[in-house]
């Protein structure tokens, strides 16, 4: 199960940063990914202290990786949160 998870939120992590670099401006999306990490982090720190799992080269990079979607988390509610003014400079406006 610690690998399967591991590789599902690996996967997920990958998917989740592309799709987010090319849809920075779809606030709707960036909200919903965002959540989505939320549950990911959850269930990734959940799986890695609550599930019995051999002295694997996985350890760290399982650590890391739910740190590094705690921060993709933190800038997709920014981007996904913050509002978004127009302003206009040109002078016939």
């Given amino acids: 199960m610690f690998n399967t998870i591991f590789w599902i939120l690996a996967i997920w992590f990958v998917v989740n ?3 987010m670099w090319f849809q920075l401006d ?3 999306l960036q909200k919903t990914f ?3 990490n939320v ?3 959850f269930i990734g720190f959940w799986v890695y202290y ?3 799992h051999d002295a ?3 350890n ?3 650590v890391a990786l739910n740190w590094i979607n705690i921060v993709l988390a933190a800038i997709q509610f920014y981007f996904g949160y913050r509002i978004v003014t127009t302003h206009h400079t040109h002078p016939a406006n």
């Fill in 17 to 19: 940063v592309i799709w």
């Fill in 26 to 28: 779809n606030q709707t």
């Fill in 34 to 36: 965002a959540w989505i």
């Fill in 39 to 41: 549950c990911a982090v």
């Fill in 50 to 52: 609550g599930v019995t």
């Fill in 56 to 58: 694997s080269m996985l």
């Fill in 60 to 62: 760290g990079w399982f």
